[in-house]
């Protein structure tokens, strides 16, 4: 039998509209309106069907379409006015100074997960969306940074929920020729690939990029002919349960990535990990300097640390990555072998020193490693971090522990109302998401009338009760619901009630279920006549994780019972969409997390920080 080939057919777009092809493929549309509103106007019904994945919508509409916007004056004026104000993005001059990188030197920013918008699933929660995040505002900045990833076929799970309320998972094949991506090809013209020795073989790798305004992504895909079914699954899904294909994972991220930005003749000159999942891009990148400068290992890894930021986001020790040091032990190997020190000397950097070998290795403590700069996403969990890894400086008082803070924000374009976006446009300045560090700009906040932003608050929120209403609606059909709570689902929520939003990630810890403590204060509260609430719940528990889904299933029973089903909802598969719809449309934004046990004594009595003054030891952490 021959081999089947699929193809797929596209509509000839005319030349007056082929800046809308290009458009589609550069993610700077999905934080810009006038680029928003555009696809919008092609066929609004079509735009919101197909998830606002303008590659996939494209291919959706039909030449006759194409053929009467090729000749619409308005349709032209506002595609021209959208292609000027994208031209207009490549040629601003970046005010940062202190860069002052060459042509082929670049910051790397390496992560698992990448949140830049729902047509995008390859991120799960708030790392992902940090991550984004980043890119797009070192695109608004001029920052040259370039980011790194993976490409997941499947990405992370859709949820559902059954009759009973029991979250359900689904794994959607994610069709990359849907998405706004091409493969990077060297300069003979062959798709660049990379290998990775490892104890089952060799990882290889081809590499995809996704334009963010200025900023490229990397992503690293083994979903390839020539590799073996166990090297193709590495790239399916996005935080694998299978502690084998997870290390592969994150061998991948880590030493794949350096080894990309290398074959496009790059090189890191700072390195930011997201999170211990790219540790082992420590690795590499000594190995890389050690080549490219002639250094020697202990030098390498001085030039390593000294320019590499690691953020850590997690506060609770268990989340932090650990895998069997057998997992691990064959791609250390050839490091170890290069490096000429001990094979379980270079292990010993996954754990803490003088402590017993209980045949773990931290991705946590081994990024650590690498890194000069060390930081927290906020204030307090600075705090909380320095008291959970005290253990590994032991000689220093809490507040000295080496890790810091940065308050994370969001990238405000991304999230802002159209309505809010016009209000500020007026009251501020044309051009004010340019300039959003101007102290100027910032005090003539003050000039908007109360009045004005309380009335763009309110069409805000009625937008998220008409959202819930439809997202409700079509999860009650899904379950073919009877007749009589489809109707209530229509007519959900009230715009003119306080809204109260809590979305998260369902783990215990984040205790989603401290409103139902009281359940009949809560009752008194939705149900009253002069001052009543209404509450949205939304968010999805780790696919293991039995007692988030247990919390999950609780929100959702309450929310049945009569006289206030209309007043507390949960909707399904939280993504970037829903989020934004919450995030624009809430009075109050709930968070309610327990703050985690400081501990991680138990770990050892031997440090990893040394003083500067003491000799460099291979295996310790010179702070």
């Given at each position: 039998?021959e081999k089947?080939?699929?193809?797929?057919v596209?509509?000839?777009?005319?030349e007056?509209?082929s800046f809308?092809d290009y458009?589609a493929?550069?993610?700077?549309?999905?934080?810009?309106?006038?680029a928003i509103?555009?696809?919008?106007r092609?066929n609004?019904?079509?735009?919101e069907?197909?998830?606002?994945?303008?590659?996939?919508?494209l291919s959706t509409i039909?030449?006759?379409?194409?053929?009467?916007?090729?000749k619409?004056?308005?349709?032209?004026?506002?595609?021209?006015?959208?292609?000027g104000?994208?031209?207009?993005m490549?040629s601003?001059?970046?005010?940062?100074?202190e860069?002052n990188?060459?042509?082929?030197?670049?910051?790397?920013?390496?992560?698992?997960?990448?949140?830049l918008?729902?047509?995008l699933?390859f991120?799960a929660?708030?790392l992902g969306?940090?991550?984004?995040d980043?890119?797009?505002a070192?695109s608004g900045l001029?920052?040259?940074?370039t980011?790194?990833?993976?490409?997941?076929?499947?990405?992370?799970?859709r949820?559902?929920?059954d009759?009973?309320?029991w979250?359900?998972?689904t794994?959607?094949?994610?069709?990359?020729?849907?998405?706004?991506?091409?493969?990077?090809?060297?300069?003979?013209?062959?798709?660049?690939?990379?290998?990775?020795?490892?104890?089952s073989?060799?990882?290889?790798a081809?590499?995809w990029?996704?334009?963010?305004?200025r900023?490229?992504?990397?992503?690293?895909?083994?979903?390839?002919?020539?590799?073996?079914?166990?090297?193709?699954d590495?790239t399916?899904r996005?935080?694998?349960s299978?502690?084998?294909?997870?290390?592969a994972?994150?061998v991948l991220?880590?030493?794949?990535g350096?080894?990309?930005?290398?074959?496009?003749?790059?090189?890191p000159?700072?390195?930011?990990m997201?999170?211990?999942?790219c540790?082992f891009?420590g690795?590499?990148?000594?190995s890389?300097?050690m080549?490219?400068?002639?250094?020697?290992?202990?030098?390498?890894?001085?030039?390593?640390?000294r320019?590499?930021?690691f953020?850590t986001?997690t506060?609770?020790?268990?989340?932090?990555d650990?895998?069997?040091k057998?997992?691990?032990?064959?791609y250390?190997?050839?490091?170890?072998e290069?490096f000429?020190?001990?094979?379980e000397?270079?292990?010993?950097?996954?754990?803490?020193?003088?402590?017993?070998?209980?045949?773990?290795f931290s991705?946590?403590?081994?990024?650590?490693r690498?890194?000069?700069?060390?930081?927290?996403?906020?204030?307090?969990?600075g705090?909380?971090a320095?008291?959970?890894?005290?253990?590994?400086w032991?000689?220093?008082?809490?507040?000295?522990?080496?890790?810091s803070?940065i308050?994370?924000?969001?990238?405000?374009?991304?999230?802002l109302s159209?309505?809010k976006n016009?209000?500020?446009?007026r009251?501020i300045?044309s051009?004010?998401?340019?300039?959003?560090s101007?102290?100027a700009?910032?005090?003539?906040?003050?000039?908007i009338?109360d009045a004005?932003?309380?009335?763009?608050?309110?069409?805000?929120?009625s937008?998220?009760?008409?959202?819930c209403?439809?997202?409700?609606l079509?999860q009650y059909?899904?379950?073919?619901a009877?007749?009589?709570?489809?109707?209530?689902?229509v007519?959900?929520?009230?715009?003119?009630?306080?809204?109260i939003?809590?979305?998260?990630?369902?783990a215990a810890y984040?205790?989603?279920?401290l409103?139902?403590?009281?359940p009949q204060r809560?009752i008194k509260l939705?149900?009253?006549?002069e001052?009543p609430?209404?509450?949205?719940f939304?968010?999805?528990?780790?696919?293991?994780d039995t007692e988030?889904?247990?919390?999950?299933?609780?929100?959702v029973?309450?929310a049945?019972?009569?006289g206030?089903r209309?007043?507390?909802?949960?909707i399904?598969?939280y993504?970037?969409n829903?989020?934004?719809?919450?995030?624009?449309?809430?009075?109050?934004?709930l968070?309610t997390?327990?703050?985690?046990q400081r501990?991680?004594r138990?770990?050892?009595?031997?440090g990893?920080?040394?003083r500067?003054?003491?000799?460099?030891h291979?295996?310790r952490?010179?702070?």
């Open positions: 039998m089947m080939q699929i193809y797929k596209y509509p000839a777009i005319p007056a509209l809308l458009l493929r550069n993610l700077w549309w999905c934080w810009n309106p006038e509103e555009l696809f919008h092609i609004s019904t079509q735009w069907k197909i998830g606002k994945n303008p590659v996939a919508f039909s030449q006759r379409r194409f053929d009467e916007l090729s619409d004056e308005s349709f032209l004026g506002h595609l021209n006015r959208v292609k104000k994208f031209e207009r490549f601003y001059v970046t005010q940062i100074k860069l990188l060459g042509p082929k030197e670049t910051i790397a920013y390496f992560s698992m997960e990448f949140g918008h729902e047509s699933p991120f929660g708030g969306v940090l991550a984004g980043h890119l797009k070192a001029g920052i040259p940074l980011g790194v990833g993976l490409l997941f076929h499947e990405g992370y799970f949820q559902f929920l009759h009973n309320g979250q359900q998972e794994y959607p094949i994610n069709d990359v020729f849907d998405l706004p991506v091409q493969k990077v090809k060297d300069s003979a013209g062959y798709d660049i690939m990379i290998e990775i020795p490892g104890p073989g060799v990882i290889r081809c590499v990029q996704l334009r963010v305004g900023i490229k992504l990397l992503l690293m895909d083994t979903n390839l002919p020539g590799n073996p079914k166990a090297v193709r590495i399916s996005l935080y694998d299978d502690g084998e294909r997870r290390a994972q994150e991220l880590g030493i794949g350096v080894k990309v930005l290398t074959a496009m003749d790059l090189f000159t700072i390195c930011h997201n999170e211990g999942h540790s891009a690795l590499e990148r000594i890389m300097i080549d490219k400068h002639h250094l020697d290992f202990p030098s390498a890894f001085q030039v390593c640390k320019t590499s930021v953020t986001h506060p609770v020790a268990a989340g932090h650990e895998f069997p057998t997992l691990v032990r064959g250390i190997k050839p490091y170890a290069k000429a020190i001990p094979e000397e270079l292990l010993s950097w996954g754990e803490p020193h003088g402590s017993k070998d209980t045949g773990k991705m946590f403590i081994f990024g650590v690498f890194s000069g700069f060390i930081n927290g996403v906020s204030r307090l969990h705090q909380v320095r008291g959970m890894w005290q253990s590994l032991p000689r220093r008082h809490v507040e000295e522990i080496p890790i803070h308050t994370n924000g969001i990238h405000i374009c991304s999230y159209r309505h016009a209000l500020f446009e009251y300045s051009d004010w998401s340019n300039r959003i101007d102290p700009l910032i005090s003539r906040i003050d000039n009338e004005d932003l309380w009335h763009v608050h309110e069409l805000d929120r937008n998220l009760i008409r959202k209403r439809e997202l409700l079509a059909e899904r379950r073919n009877p007749r009589n709570i489809l109707d209530e689902a007519s959900v929520l009230d715009h003119r009630v306080l809204t939003c809590f979305a998260r990630r369902f984040k205790r989603a279920a409103l139902l403590k009281d809560l939705l149900s009253d006549d001052k609430v209404q509450v949205v939304a968010g999805k528990a780790h696919p293991n988030g889904k247990e919390i999950i299933k609780r929100i029973e309450f049945r019972i009569q206030i209309h007043r507390v909802v949960f399904e598969n993504d970037i829903i989020a934004r719809y919450m995030v624009q449309g809430c009075d109050v934004w968070n997390p327990r703050r985690p501990g991680l138990h770990l050892g009595h031997e990893i920080g040394q500067r003054t003491e000799p460099f291979p295996g952490l010179v702070v």
